[in-house]
């Protein structure tokens, strides 16, 4: 699997996409993934940030764009597609292949910020996946709000999405 042809990418992001790529393969490897399954985690690392560097879209249009494009050049797959989309925000009602990448594109190892931190939690999805989301989740919405920006729709379903489960259990067991 590589770029599509319609990519526009520096050789940073390249890099990048390629490590993402990595992470979900040494992950879907762990976790006994099928090779359908494992098809679909590359083909979305490889469209997830095929339009980063685009001109004239931003931050957060770059993901509806690729996955626009991808969908006109024949992706049919809609798990595919919304992980592609929303992979910069999160979205509630994700299949397994967009809770990885979001994973993966938050935690593979070519990212300079809190190195340590993220290599553990890399580390933990195997063994923990949805407990490594939930943290991933919140590391993101943080610094979101530390950094003044409001929080996208999208991203406060998902962390509802994520946080209801558990908060529901934690709430029957003080109960208890």
């Known amino acids: 699997m590589s770029l599509p042809a319609w990519a526009v990418v520096s050789p940073g992001r390249r890099d990048h996409i390629a490590r993402v790529a990595a992470l979900l393969d040494a992950w879907a490897d762990a976790l006994g993934v099928d ?18 560097d685009a001109p004239d879209l931003d931050t957060l249009g770059h993901g509806p764009a690729a996955a626009d494009r991808a969908a006109a050049d024949g992706e049919t797959d809609a798990g595919v597609l919304a992980a592609v989309r929303y992979h910069s925000l999160g979205h509630p009602e994700w299949e397994p292949v967009g809770r990885m990448l979001y994973l993966a594109d938050y935690l593979e190892p070519g990212r300079r910020h809190d190195v340590a931190a993220r290599r553990a939690l890399a580390e933990r999805v195997p063994a923990d996946p949805d407990a490594v989301l939930r943290a991933v989740a919140r590391s993101r919405i943080e610094r979101t709000l530390r950094a003044g920006w409001p929080l996208h729709p999208h991203t406060v379903a998902f962390w509802n999405a994520l946080a209801t489960p558990r908060g529901a259990a934690a709430r029957t067991e003080a109960r208890r």
Do not use: N
Not at 35 to 52: G, P, S
């Open 35 to 52: 090779d359908a399954e494992r098809r679909r985690w590359a083909r979305a690392a490889w469209l997830h940030d095929a339009l980063r």
